[in-house]
DNA sequence: ATTGTTTCGTTGTAAAAACAACCGACTTGT
DNA sequence: ACAAGTCGGTTGTTTTTACAACGAAACAAT
């Protein structure tokens, strides 16, 4: 089977046997992705070897990442959903971040310098992860590859990208209530979807811990604020008045 | 003069007149860099003008960026210290990070997508900053620089490895109680010291910002804790026990 | 139809943090 | 030497949060 294949040979290459009209799939997702926008479908299926793609599947609820596990890769999330979190030693589950299709996700950890990876990464529906060779996108290779340029800068507007976000949720983190917390998450959620109304992409629970927070005590704030006028939602769709 | 001379003149090019000595000085500043690790003295100087590198100063309390400004260069902390700072509508300040000698800042909103800078960058001392122009450092040039695929990888690198102090901090900050803010911090920085004896680079307001907690109430608990035994301290000096 | 599960709101209580105000020890500048 | 400013600790009060426990609604499985 293919995806049995790809999951227990990781070094064997993203093309090999006669699963073109799969890997033609895994190329039209990756045309989407910010880590090779620009470049055509054709110039992506001749560098999938040149980078050392490989896939890998995951079922919901499984590990795709472990705290203390290391990383030489890229990843870039094919199909389905992954939270990234961490459980500190008491238990308290914090969402670091959702990734969705499309999105790569653990390139905190490529450096060398850097050590272990510090979150666990699951998935949260079956999910699809095709990996690259990270020392294979950051050296230039000569003649070969004649959009590894463009996958570079795509690479590197990419992680600036994600520290913006990253900074950005700093930004939440660092309000000291959970009021401020949620009107700070919810009015820059407002703005990124362009409209007062919008949806988030977690239930209570899941953006309790998101913001750090205890879900009844925010749950109570939100009506709170509901009841003052400053805002309606009903389930995950909110309403900023 | 030299300062005023590129504070002014913004698109200066670094090596400009008979300032020889002055630029070897800043060279070898660069040479001790992330950016510019494994490059040579003679090999930056030959990329400065390529990369269209240029001097900004700044006294100390001057702001080097503000909220809302965008930017479009590389920067790289020469001499002094900066504080990454963000004060929302009421003045709550906190102190996002430290920028030292070496380090680079605002790589954050490079990207084309990003928009305005979220937060204020302020000198703590009087401070040089060199800055370039980043789409000549990630477009690589054919032939002239043989060393900026070293760069790249670099600032990729580097961009990971911020990338990664972010989720740390992101760390600090989801954690509950300032007691826990405190443990996790101190411990980090003990482990990234290698010694249950460290100093801290903040004073208590500083580490209060830093943490998003209020000072004095975070003065409560660290005589708390001393008292409890877990720790002991004099001024920025820590000692875990 | 009923049983179990998930999700979300609600309540009361205990713990923790923010806030404001103040004090003493040290620096710094003149 | 002295005034002004900075820094860190302390105290008391108010506000906010966490925590635990419960209940109703929606949904899925048997």
């Given amino acids: 089977m293919f995806g049995v294949n790809f999951f227990h ?6 093309i090999n046997e006669s ?3 799969r890997v033609q799939k895994y190329i039209t997702i990756l045309k989407r ?7 055509s479908e054709e110039e992506i299926a001749s560098m999938l070897s040149c980078l050392d793609a490989r896939l890998r599947h995951f079922q919901k609820g499984e590990y795709v990442l472990r705290q203390g596990e290391s990383l030489a890769d890229i990843t870039v999330l094919a199909e389905g959903a992954l939270h990234i979190q961490r459980d500190d030693y008491w ?3 914090a969402i670091v971040n959702r990734v969705s299709v499309g999105d790569m996700f653990g390139e905190a950890y490529l450096a060398p310098e850097s050590g272990a990876v510090l979150n666990d990464v699951i998935a949260v529906e079956n999910s699809t992860v095709i990996l690259f060779d990270v020392r294979r996108i950051i050296t230039v290779c000569s003649s070969a590859c004649r959009f590894h340029a463009a996958v ?3 690479l590197f507007y990419a992680l600036s990208e994600k520290n913006r976000i990253l900074v950005q949720k700093l930004g939440y983190l660092s309000k000291r209530t959970t009021r401020e917390k949620l009107i700070a998450y919810l009015s820059e959620e407002a703005k990124r979807q362009n409209s007062p109304s919008f949806t988030i992409p977690f239930n209570r629970q899941q953006l309790a811990d998101f913001l750090s927070v205890d879900r009844s005590a ?3 704030e939100l009506c709170k604020m509901r009841d003052e006028g400053l805002l309606a939602f009903e389930k995950n769709q909110f309403r900023l008045l």
């Avoid at 040979?9 to 993203?14: D, G, I, L, W």
């Avoid at 910010?34 to 470049?39: A, D, H, M, T």
């Fill in 152 to 154: 570079i800068q795509n």
């Fill in 91 to 93: 238990g308290n589950r």
């Fill in 33 to 39: 992705t910010k880590l090779f926008s620009g470049v």
């Fill in 9 to 14: 040979a990781e070094r064997q290459a993203f």
């Fill in 19 to 21: 699963n073109g009209d």
């Fill in 218 to 220: 925010m749950s109570k």
